[in-house]
Antibody
Framework: EVQLVESGGGLVQPGRSLRLSCTAS????????MSWVRQAPGKGLEWVGF??????????EYAASVKGRFTISRDDSKSIAYLQMNSLKTEDTAVYYC????????????WGQGTLVTVSS | EIVMTQSPATLSVSPGERATLSCRAS??????LAWYQQKPGQAPRLLIY???TRATGIPARFSGSGSGTEFTLTISSLQSEDFAVYYC????????FGQGTKLEIK
């Protein structure tokens, strides 16, 4: 059974940093691209970014709203994806979901339960 | 950026009836379109990908159609567990989501 478990959320002041982790199980983690999606309270879904598998260079792409502030990385030996968030803003307050990118196309086939990040002074 | 527009924002339907949800893309996304269901307090769940292919374990009452810029999600006979928010998403050029359609009990 595919499982994605996010951790690391919490309350952080504007301008500070936070790192989220996504621990995967039930599949060969290194074979898949991984993506992060967020949802502000009471709002819709917003794609944050993704990281390709090592077979495709392990490169990353980001939404314009977070580019230059957020960094996605992965540790295939531990089956963990990370989201490093720097220079946080109040508008980054959201539930952050870790997702797996499908093998046959780039839809998001499995989602974690999410972790809440609150940016407030 | 490709803008995805869903309609209606809220749809009221009685159990057992058919529900039809629409999604429009600001430019062609070919068939690179997915639908997700989200219930309160839960993560989204993949329903449909490739505009019309049901994901693993999704009941046959869910069907998707369309290509290019116009897409439809149809739920043929609504069950109580189907009342939720539905999002479309294009993955032809990075990712963008529609704003969601809330399917509520009439």
């Amino acid at each position: 059974e595919v499982q994605l478990v996010e951790s690391g959320g919490g309350l952080v002041q504007p301008g500070r940093s936070l790192r989220l982790s996504c621990t995967a199980s039930g599949f060969t983690f290194g074979d898949y691209a991984m993506s992060w999606v967020r949802q502000a309270p009471g709002k819709g879904l917003e794609w944050v970014g993704f990281i390709r598998s090592k077979a495709y260079g392990g490169t990353t792409e980001y939404a314009a709203s977070v580019k230059g502030r957020f960094t996605i990385s992965r540790d295939d030996s531990k089956s963990i994806a990370y989201l490093q968030m720097n220079s946080l803003k109040t508008e980054d307050t959201a539930v952050y979901y870790c997702t797996r990118v499908g093998a046959v196309a780039d839809f998001l086939d499995y989602w974690g339960q999410g972790t809440l990040v609150t940016v407030s002074s | 950026e490709i803008v995805m527009t869903q309609s209606p924002a809220t749809l009221s339907v009685s159990p057992g009836e058919r529900a039809t949800l629409s999604c429009r893309a600001s430019q062609s996304v070919s068939s690179n379109l997915a639908w997700y269901q989200q219930k309160p307090g839960q993560a989204p769940r993949l329903l449909i990908y490739g505009a019309s292919t049901r994901a693993t374990g999704i009941p046959a009452r869910f069907s998707g159609s369309g290509s290019g810029t116009e897409f439809t999600l149809t739920i043929s006979s609504l069950q109580s567990e189907d009342f939720a928010v539905y999002y479309c998403q294009q993955y032809n050029n990075w990712y963008t989501f529609g704003q969601g359609t809330k399917l509520e009990i009439k």
